[in-house]
């Protein structure tokens, strides 16, 4: 079936994008292979270029990478690190995180408005992760932003889809693909982004707290590829305080 997931005029065929940074590095490739990854995030501290480890020597080849701005906590230090990402040979892809809050880790909407209209004016292509609001996905998009980067739950949480409604407004109101991102947590929550509207799932802590890490990338992959498909046929009705047979109650008995 074709149905290429387009982000800044690139094409995918996966879904499923991987938030890198709680892998060992020597996990990091099976994960991307046994999840059909084809795209990954990179914290910048990881890409220690001429250092004894380096995280893009466990890149398979062909993964796009996705610089992310993790510890900046406004739009300066976040359009800092972007640039320094691009220098260190990442590519124009970034995912932009701004956190000021220590406590919950909640993104700053208004300095990531400000970050992604600087990097996307110097041609970055920019998804911004963001509390899921409308008026801000608004920004977001008028900014130049290529995706929007809604969190399920708070990061590394597992709680699931808790944003549910707010991520589904996005995506009938939004004209980018909506990546979810942060707090999911089985590949059953992944389904149900999918299903209700979203493009892409990116996950770490699910995958990396599991107990078996390929598998559970693998069953990852099934689950988006699933609840797309699901989307795309258009879910069935739902009756309230009735039932409805699947088979005619009435004639099958006559001559």
């Given at each position: ?35 059909g ?39 300066k ?19 932009v ?46 900014a ?5 980067m ?106």
């Open positions: 079936m074709n149905d290429p997931l387009i982000i800044g005029g690139h094409t995918f065929n996966s879904r499923f994008i991987l938030g890198s940074g709680k892998f060992s590095l020597e996990m990091t490739k099976a994960v991307i292979e046994n999840g990854v084809e795209m990954a995030t990179l914290a910048l501290r990881r890409a220690n270029a001429g250092g004894e480890e380096n995280i893009l020597d466990y890149m398979p080849e062909g993964i796009t990478l996705l610089p992310n701005t993790s510890g900046a906590r406004d739009a230090e976040a359009v800092r690190i972007a640039r320094l990402a691009r220098e260190l040979g990442c590519g124009d892809f970034v995912k995180e701004v956190i000021h809050d220590s406590k919950y880790l909640l993104p700053d909407n208004r300095e990531t408005i400000k970050a992604t209209e600087i990097l996307a004016k110097e041609g970055f292509i920019v998804m911004p992760y963001m509390m899921p609001d409308l008026a801000a996905a608004r920004a977001m998009a008028d130049g932003a290529a995706a929007i809604p969190l399920g739950a708070p990061i590394g949480s597992n709680k699931g889809l808790l944003t549910r409604d707010f991520v589904k407004i996005l995506a009938e109101e939004i004209d980018l693909p909506i990546i979810v991102d942060a707090g999911i947590g089985r590949p059953s929550q992944a389904c149900e982004a999918m299903e209700i509207g979203a493009a892409a799932v990116m996950a770490n802590t699910a995958i990396a707290t599991a107990g078996d890490v390929a598998v559970m990338a693998r069953s990852f992959k099934l689950a988006i590829e699933a609840g797309r498909l699901a989307y795309l046929a258009g879910p069935g009705r739902v009756l309230e305080h009735k039932g409805e047979a699947s088979s005619p109650l009435t004639g099958f008995l006559q001559d």
